[in-house]
């Protein structure tokens, strides 16, 4: 401030006037460079859109050919509406399950119905079934709703957008581990909220006499794959790498990890 004092008004207006004459005023130098900013991003773009073009133009061509064929072969009577539909639908099924695990696209449920106004919620007596279920409905995995990504509480797969977010375990990242229970329970998905897992085959064959389904172990896998972070090569006493140790560790990115997990305290049978 003292500094500033020793300043005359016309000293601050002159430097006040060259910098916004330098603002306004760009050098050529700038201007040449979002000059050529502008025609790699327009490079770019034309790239894409000739790609996008051809691909474009080749769905189209095996489009036709497929729906000619289709026509060709119901003029002839080889095959009928009803049953061309009921195969589509299974093929699309196997090729949406395919898609998904290869994480590719984005996934989100259609179902904007508010979740806070939701009253179909099921009542399962779950404290009473975890020792049978072992919580296999916290390992089941679905898509999250556009609320669910506004309100930021409920978290997602980086991998697969927008899966609901899991462990290495296999459960829930949101399973509190201590106590069993949803960690935001107040918050959870409207999914959550409808599943209904009596009626899930998977999980029980006969939900009144709590009989379990021989598939239930198909949603416990007998061993997972965890990513760790690598280390990285340490020095010893006197200064010298450990090549072969630090190698070793940088060949064991992928550590197996036990579903049943007794070492760790992570017991299938009972982590739900």
């Known amino acids: 401030m003292e500094h500033l004092s020793c300043i005359d008004d016309g000293t601050l207006s002159q430097s006040a006037e060259s910098f916004i004459a330098s603002v306004s005023e760009p050098s050529p130098e700038a201007i040449d460079g979002l000059e050529n900013l502008r025609n790699d991003i327009a490079e770019g773009l034309m790239f894409s859109h000739s790609r996008e ?43 949406v399950e395919k898609f998904a695990e290869k994480g590719m696209g984005v996934a989100l449920t259609d179902d904007e119905k508010d979740k806070y106004a939701y009253e179909g919620a099921v009542q399962i007596d779950c404290e009473n079934r975890i020792p049978l279920c072992r919580g296999a409905c916290c390992r089941l995995s679905f898509a999250l709703t556009v609320q669910d990504l506004e309100e930021g509480d409920v978290k997602w797969e980086l991998g697969r957008p927008y899966m609901i977010r899991r462990s290495a375990d296999g459960y829930c990242h949101h399973l509190q581990r201590e106590d069993k229970r949803c960690g935001i329970y107040d918050q959870r998905p409207i999914i959550c909220r409808a599943y209904d897992c009596s009626k899930d085959k998977r999980i029980w064959a006969d939900f009144e006499n709590r009989i379990v389904s021989e598939d239930l172990e198909k949603l416990f896998p007998q061993q997972l794959y965890q990513l760790t972070r690598t280390e990285k090569p340490s020095r010893n006493g006197q200064g010298e790498m450990k090549f072969a140790e630090a190698e070793k560790k940088e060949n064991t990115g992928f550590i197996s990890v036990a579903a049943v997990g007794r070492e760790a305290g992570i017991q299938a049978g009972h982590t739900n």
């Open 53 to 95: 073009n051809a691909n474009t133009s080749k769905v189209l061509e095996v489009a036709s050919f497929s729906y000619a064929l289709i026509e060709l072969l119901m003029e002839r009577g080889l095959i009928s509406v009803e049953e061309l539909d009921q195969r589509k639908r299974e093929v699309g099924q196997r090729l």
